[in-house]
């Protein structure tokens, strides 16, 4: 299940990533356009969803939000929600409670040991059916 939950937001990340890339002009990377390609390189590989990488990740998605408006749309709102801190500014406060009902019933299902399908469940509470 924890498997589940991470390659779902991994998926997100490289996706992100690939959006960066293409959008970038090649020949004329700035250092800040270098710093967050390395960035979300870093998030898109990472092992491990630790305290590094919840920083890491808000600053890159802050990041986004206020200098790249082109690349701004890309990003998933999974990724606001899963990176959290100054992310969730870019969130409305119905959006934030759905996505707390999503995680509860996923530490529920944890503690109890039973499955829970991220994906269909996300899909039901953000009503994507």
């Known amino acids: 299940m924890k498997n589940q939950y991470v390659q779902f937001h991994r998926n997100l990340l490289q996706a992100l990533q690939q959006a960066a890339a293409q959008a970038m002009p090649v020949n004329e990377l700035s250092e800040e356009d270098q710093t967050l390609l390395s960035q979300l390189d870093l998030l898109a590989n990472s092992k491990a969803f630790d305290e590094t990488f919840i920083a890491t990740g808000q600053q890159a998605l ?9 690349l701004a749309p890309q990003v998933s709102r999974d990724l606001f929600w899963l ?8 969130m409305p406060d119905e959006e934030i409670s759905l996505y707390q009902q999503l995680d509860e019933l996923r530490f529920e299902a944890e503690n109890d040991n039973t499955d829970f399908d991220y994906e269909k469940q996300r899909a039901r509470i953000l009503g994507l059916h």
């Not at 802050?62 to 082109?70: H, K, L, T």
């Not at 990176?83 to 870019?90: A, I, M, V």
């Open 83 to 90: 990176f959290g801190g100054d992310c969730l500014h870019y």
């Open 62 to 70: 802050c990041r986004i939000v206020a200098a790249y408006p082109n």
